[in-house]
T-cell receptor, first 111, second 115 residues
Framework: DAGVTQSPTHLIKTRGQQVTLRCSPK?????VSWYQQALGQGPQFIFQ???????QRGNFPDRFSGHQFPNYSSELNVNALLLGDSALYLC??????????FGAGTRLSVL | AQSVAQPEDQVNVAEGNPLTVKCTYS??????LFWYVQYPNRGLQFLLK??????LVKGSYGFEAEFNKSQTSFHLKKPSALVSDSALYFC?????????????FGAGTRLAVHP
């Protein structure tokens, strides 16, 4: 049984560009949450998707947006990239509010 | 504001000795509490959770955690540390009211177990 998978593993972008990160949840999970982990810090909650809708959002600007597909996979989009967006982006999946299981993350570097 | 504090950036332990990684939280109500571990270039791995019941919770790899409501603490413990336990440990809370299952994380504590 595959766990949570994220792609790509690493990504390098320049300021002002846009990026899309992808996440496939663990089999049987219907909820996807995204977190940003800056260097030396704990993960910060970005938003959560359930039934293809954003159901909760953390303190992140509108440049961060997402989507959930009918197969429960999800995308995180970041527009107008800033240097400060450089971080490890983690996707977590869960089922009906139970334990969140995390993927290995996508490391985004903004130059 | 809701927050989680891990007061130690790093904990050093000799192999075979007991270890404790501290966590305190500031969240209203009775939140769910979690510990995760992160190895280099890996995502977070779930270790254990506390929802209700016994204050001592047992988890994966021989880890356990002690919940103390009066001190709002949830310290991670292991009776005998292994070198392979060296990693970054995160405490997290899930607010019960209006939080769905959003997790609030501490800044992490690096555990170094020396042979």
């Amino acid at each position: 049984d595959a766990g949570v998978t994220q792609s790509p593993t690493h990504l390098i972008k320049t300021r002002g560009q846009q990026v899309t990160l992808r996440c496939s949840p663990k089999s049987g999970h219907d909820t996807v949450s995204w977190y940003q982990q800056a260097l030396g810090q704990g993960p910060q909650f970005i938003f959560q998707y359930y039934e293809e809708e954003e159901r909760q959002r953390g303190n992140f600007p509108d440049r961060f947006s997402g989507h959930q597909f009918p197969n429960y996979s999800s995308e995180l989009n970041v527009n107008a990239l800033l240097l400060g967006d450089s971080a490890l982006y983690l996707c977590a999946s869960s089922s009906q509010g139970d334990i969140q299981y995390f993927g290995a993350g996508t490391r985004l570097s903004v130059l | 504001a809701q927050s989680v504090a891990q007061p130690e950036d790093q904990v050093n332990v000799a192999e075979g000795n007991p270890l404790t990684v501290k966590c305190t939280y500031s969240v209203s109500g009775n939140p769910y509490l979690f510990w995760y571990v992160q190895y280099p270039n890996r995502g977070l791995q779930f270790l254990l959770k506390y929802i209700t019941g016994d204050n001592l919770v047992k988890g994966s790899y021989g880890f356990e955690a002690e919940f103390n409501k009066s001190q709002t603490s949830f310290h991670l413990k292991k009776p005998s540390a292994l070198v392979s336990d060296s990693a970054l440990y995160f405490c997290a809370v899930r607010p019960v009211s209006g939080g769905y299952n959003k997790l609030i994380f501490g800044a992490g504590t690096r555990l170094a177990v020396h042979p």
